[in-house]
Every structure is written in C-alpha cells, then in structure tokens.
T-cell receptor
Framework: QKEVEQDPGPLSVPEGAIVSLNCTYSNSAFQYFMWYRQYSRKGPELLMYTYSSGNKEDGRFTAQVDKSSKYISLFIRDSQPSDSATYLCAMRIMNRDDKIIFGKGTRLHILP | DAGVIQSPRHEVTEMGQEVTLRCKPISGHDYLFWYRQTMMRGLELLIYFNNNVPIDDSGMPEDRFSAKMPNASFSTLKIQPSEPRDSAVYFC???????????????FGPGTRLLVL
C-alpha cells in the first residue's frame, strides 16, 4: 500500500460548484498536511497547510484533516476556471528533516 | 526576484548519453531540493541541500544520478549514463532558512522536461 493515495481524476465541474479533493494515507505518524496547486507546465506551489485534525479556511479554500480516518480533503467554493490545475496533497511526519511525501495529484477542470 | 531558474527547459537525448540539469535558487534561500515527477510515481524528492551541503540523498535512484551544489547560487543534477526510464520532469525548489517551523514554503522552478530515447 502506498503511503499517500490520491485519485488522479480528471475531475470536471461547472463554474461556481463546490469542489472536493481528497487523499488517504497509511502512516499515522504524519502530522503536517499540505495542499499544492500545479498549473500546466509549471512547478507546484504551496496552497495551504494544516496541522492536526480539523478545518482551516483561507478565502474560498478549506483544508480538512481527519486523523482518525487518515483522510484529508480540500474544498474549493465558488470554483473558477482559474482553479483548473492539478492539486497535490502532501504530508510530513515532524520537522524539516523529514521528507514531504506527495500524492500523485488530481487534475481538476472547471468548466465555464 | 526572477524565482528559481532551471535550464534547459527541455532536453531530448539518446540512451547512454550524459545529461546535466542546472538550477539557480532564489537569492537568500539556503535550502535547495531536486524532485522528479512522473505520471506513474508522482513527485519524488531526489536530494536536498542545506547551505550547499547534501543532507538527504536517499531518494537518488541509482549511482547514475549525482548532484552538486558548488555555491549558494548554483546546483547541478547529472545523469550518466541516461536511460529511457529517466524520462520525467525534474524540478528544482528552494526555501528560506528554518524560521517558519515544520512547514516551509518551497518555491519551485518551471522544471526540465527530459526525454531519453
């Protein structure tokens, strides 16, 4: 079983819809959870991060962590065509000496 | 700042040839990372440096891969000899010193698309 699982998509939703992106993981030692956004032919960029279970909101984006289920989610409200990208979940055990383990990413298309 | 600069942006080579990828991190960043991204394996960390010193190279797949950072503004990733399975997008990223706690913002370059025939 891979450490981090993420559905590759593609996921196509109409503009304005709520988008739900998800990852599952197997290592219960992961403590820090991140979401990266990667536009086509660009490098990933950090979108949000959170620590411990619960929700974190930043504008139209909400990151949710459920450690008991080893499940994390990213919600995008009022989705825009500019949100079309690949979204990668990522996680780390403790500190900067630990590797960040990335999911393979979910391709998202927001249809105008 | 121009961001992380990588060259070349595209590289096509034949199996057995030496490939050298180059990276210039953002000025003032003292962490530098090399990643490889493929559809099959996703984004994988190959090696990272702190203050020009390699810290963790456990992700380097084989002895055919080597990385150097001779100074704070330049790093290379070399593959010798190259093989078709090395075809991937190789990203370089850099980040600031450890003042942000466990989560640091890594700034990625645009990547080098490598195709080994």
């Amino acid at each position: 079983q891979k450490e981090v699982e993420q559905d590759p998509g593609p996921l196509s939703v109409p503009e304005g819809a709520i988008v739900s992106l998800n990852c599952t993981y197997s290592n219960s030692a992961f403590q820090y959870f991140m979401w990266y956004r990667q536009y086509s032919r660009k490098g990933p960029e950090l979108l949000m991060y959170t620590y411990s279970s619960g929700n974190k909101e930043d504008g139209r984006f909400t990151a949710q962590v459920d450690k008991s289920s080893k499940y994390i989610s990213l919600f995008i409200r009022d989705s825009q065509p500019s949100d079309s990208a690949t979204y990668l979940c990522a996680m780390r055990i403790m500190n900067r000496d630990d590797k960040i383990i990335f999911g393979k990413g979910t391709r998202l298309h927001i249809l105008p | 700042d121009a961001g992380v600069i990588q060259s070349p942006r595209h590289e096509v080579t034949e199996m057995g040839q030496e490939v050298t990828l180059r990276c210039k991190p953002i000025s003032g960043h003292d962490y530098l990372f090399w990643y490889r991204q493929t559809m099959m394996r996703g984004l994988e960390l190959l090696i990272y440096f702190n203050n020009n010193v390699p810290i963790d190279d456990s992700g380097m797949p084989e002895d055919r891969f080597s990385a150097k950072m001779p100074n704070a503004s330049f790093s290379t990733l070399k593959i010798q000899p190259s093989e078709p399975r090395d075809s991937a997008v190789y990203f370089c990223a850099s980040s600031l010193p450890n003042i942000q706690g466990p989560i640091e913002t890594q700034y990625f370059g645009p990547g080098t698309r490598l195709l080994v025939l």
